[in-house]
């Protein structure tokens, strides 16, 4: 990047310009694999400097990535084209909570569970829960369209973006959307910047709609001898007529490797346990357990255990919540995936996520949010081994044709970001591709944002070795 660049930046924000090999370095990866140094990194305090950061990089054609906590799973924030990395985390503040409206205006740098635990405190509940919310930012969020294992009830980040203010490439600041919880005047460009992964504009202000908060919750874990039973059991929760706010899977593989990692009694000898939450009025979600508990063992469960009250519940939650440590123990790294299916594909699509691991000799953890179809495979590889490489790239592509041959898609929750984009064309059509690339060149002709992401460009090989 030439020196004056350099110059201009500082010129804007002073000291929080970064250059150093070594300050570089940390901006240099998300949570993949994918690692390269940008030229520089600028935290921006106000929407001010974005919008003047963003008017030198356009004039000066330099790509420009934004980025939030780096806790993507997809490459999304990762420099691949050198530049700018725009580092949005010094603007984190909370600037509104409003009991009436039922709303909160936030920087995009807050952290998700920080504006969680601060509406909760005003009986307020805002939730969109990914599983890197103590340290992911909202701003993060609303570009991947995060969701999480409260989806199926409450919907994703999506479903709560009611207004946006966003800088787009040339440095122009836009106002789109607002309070109002209902709003029907001309195209919904809101939504249109939900979920797309800083290729269009980077946000500088977020109106989030809350809800109120559920006055109790209750948990459950049953463990399943068969997948399909496990299920099945979903699938007859469900047309009880009752909504959880979450209900989890973890197969064999997955138990395996957790029980390995924590030692606390996990069973072994079965295929799936389902872990459920439900929320709402204390009575109620008493019932609903209650039922839950019921319909599990009448359809296969071997056993069901039941949280009593907080802590008990928080140790069901143990082991979902340690999958990735402990995957980590096996090898270096891991392509963690999350191709959605419909509900009623899901263990047709277990099993042939079994038989590619097998069929390609690569380790696969299967776990995710069984209720809306969105599973998580996770090949466990080691990057420096070429050969083992050439079999997860193959895993990996298979697992996307079965997700597309079931009506699935590629992406519940993570994007496609760098590490997808040369299977885009499994999902949609060349005409459809066509015009999403015609909207990004429609907010950012000179294609500064983010460049390389979301669309292929032919370079499947250099992505996995």
């Not at 694999?33 to 330099?62: F, M």
């Not at 569970?113 to 829960?129: H, I, M, R």
């Not at 068969?226 to 979450?246: F, Y």
């Not at 460049?451 to 992505?463: D, R």
Request: proline share 6%; glycine share 8%; with cysteine.
């Amino acid at each position: 990047m030439e020196p004056k660049i350099i110059d201009q930046l500082r010129a804007i924000a002073g000291k929080r310009v970064l250059t150093s090999p070594e300050e570089l370095t940390v901006y240099a990866y998300d949570s993949t694999w994918v690692e390269h140094r940008p030229d520089v990194v600028v935290s921006p305090l106000n929407t001010q400097e974005v919008s003047a950061i963003l008017k030198l990089a356009d004039e000066a054609r330099v790509p420009v990535v934004p980025r939030g906590a780096g806790s993507g799973l997809a490459g999304g924030s990762v420099p691949v084209e050198g530049g700018i990395v725009l580092n949005l985390a010094l603007m984190n503040q909370i600037k509104c909570i409003d009991p009436v409206d039922m709303v909160a205006v936030v920087e995009p740098g807050v952290i998700t569970a920080t504006l969680q635990e601060a509406v909760e405190q005003l009986g307020l509940f805002y939730p969109p829960d990914p599983a890197s919310m103590k340290h992911c930012t909202l701003g993060g969020n609303v570009a991947m369209n995060a969701g999480g294992p409260r989806g199926l009830k409450y919907g994703v980040t999506r479903d709560y973006v009611l207004g946006l203010e966003v800088v787009i490439p040339g440095g122009e600041v836009l106002h789109i959307g607002g309070r109002a919880i209902k709003k029907a005047t001309g195209y919904p460009l809101t939504q249109l910047f939900v979920g797309s992964e800083g290729t269009l504009g980077v946000f500088t202000e977020i109106t989030f709609k809350l809800i109120p908060k559920p006055q109790a919750r209750g948990a459950l874990l049953a463990v399943f001898p068969r997948l399909e039973d496990a299920a099945a059991s979903v699938t007859k929760i469900l047309n009880s007529g009752i909504m959880p706010a979450t209900i989890e899977i973890m197969d064999k593989i997955t138990l395996r490797t957790v029980e390995e990692y924590l030692k606390i009694g996990l069973p072994q000898d079965v295929e799936a346990v389902i872990l459920v939450e439900c929320d709402g009025n204390a009575e109620a979600v008493a019932q609903e357990v209650e039922a839950i508990v019921k319909l599990c063992q009448a359809n296969g469960a071997r056993e069901v255990k039941r949280a009593r009250n907080a802590a008990e519940r928080d140790e069901l939650w143990k082991a979902r919540q340690s999958v990735s440590p402990s995957l980590s123990r096996l090898k270096p790294n891991k392509l963690g995936e999350d191709i959605t299916v419909p509900r009623s594909q899901i263990v047709t699509m277990v099993k042939q996520i079994q038989e590619i691991a097998q069929r390609n000799n690569v380790f696969i953890a299967l776990f995710g949010h069984i209720s809306d179809g969105n599973l998580h495979p996770n090949i466990v590889c080691d990057r420096r081994d070429k050969e083992e490489m050439k079999r997860v790239q193959q895993a990996a592509k298979e697992i996307f044709e079965a997700a597309i041959a079931l009506k699935g898609t590629l992406s519940g929750e993570h994007g496609i970001g760098f590490l997808k984009k040369e299977f885009l064309p499994l999902d949609l059509s060349p005409q459809v591709i066509e015009l999403q690339r015609r909207v990004k060149a429609a907010f950012d002709p000179h294609n500064i944002l983010n460049p390389n992401k979301i669309f292929p460009t032919g370079t499947l090989g250099q992505i996995f070795y």
